[in-house]
């Protein structure tokens, strides 16, 4: 049996962009059931701006395992540092060995935790690993883990900090390109997946569509692995002068603080989908597969600005479907005259 009161929880969430942008609603869930509590959230180097600034966060620590936490020796790094803070609760949601055993080690009584073949035995109180099946959104999924202490329900409003050197770069950058907010569409090309990638020919003819029907400019954000898509895009359309590349160029909090000001993104199913909706900007997000566990069903975009396109099994998406639903949002925002 679980006690009712907890001093002191750590949050593990240390996989991808989108998967911690989701666990924002449970953390909220977290701070409103143990509002005295300290929480802090364990990340990775890459995603630690989605949380620092966090409202219901005292503390954000990172696993680095490039750096001080690499190897056997960088685990005990890792399984000290997280005794010396006393947790009394770790709420796993990225539950791999890794994170199970340090969480173990490290002498936190109540682990609670999505039980899988990944030293899922060592969580006290396993939760059965129904994800795969995409029945439910991802942030729900997280939402389930914290059932055990009582929490049954709560809002799915996601949240996304910006970072203030951050802010100024951007802000800085749009003065020099002479480029206002509300006043481009971001692109975003990639994913995790090349399989969850539309066509970068369909995208150069979207970008022309879009550039001959509303007096926008498009920007193309995304890792220095979404370069080559980028570059693809760009030998393809006709409408190269009208179009910023930053792939590759941006920081994570930088591309925050670029999305709060972008009057659109369109994104392949991926994690600046979810940065978007979290800062509350529309967002289309492309699906190009529709298999249990990646599906729309648990990835969405949520909010009310968020929207989604899915290829079926014998129909793919067309240039006119993604044309179509922007000039739906456009509309329904009151949002540009069409030229």
Known sequence: MLPKNFHNILIVRTDRIGDVVLTTPAIKALRQAYPAARISVLVTPSTYDLVNGNP???????????????????????????????????????????????????????????????????????????????????????????????????????????????EASVLAWMQETHLKPNEFIAIHPGASDPAKCWPAADFALLIDRLTERYPVKIILIGSPQTSTSAQDILRQTQKASQILDLTGKTSLAQTVSLLRRARLLISNDSGPVHVAAGVGVSVISLFMRDEPGINAERWKPLGPKGFILKAGPNAAIKVNDVMGLAEQIFQKEGQYEIF
């Open 56 to 166: 219901y966060v005292d503390e954000v620590l990172v696993d680095d395992r490039q750096g001080r936490q690499k190897g056997p020796l960088g685990f005990l790094r890792l399984a000290g540092q997280l005794r010396s803070k006393k947790f009394d609760l770790a709420v796993i949601f990225h539950t791999k060995r890794r994170y199970n055993s340090a969480c173990y080690w490290a002498g936190i009584p109540f682990r609670l935790g999505y039980k899988n073949n990944k030293f899922g035995f060592l969580l006290t109180h396993p939760l059965k690993d129904v994800r795969a099946l995409g029945e439910k959104h991802e942030a729900e999924y997280c939402m389930d883990v914290l059932k055990a202490i009582g929490i049954e329900k709560g809002d799915l409003d996601i949240f996304v900090p910006t970072q203030k050197e951050a």
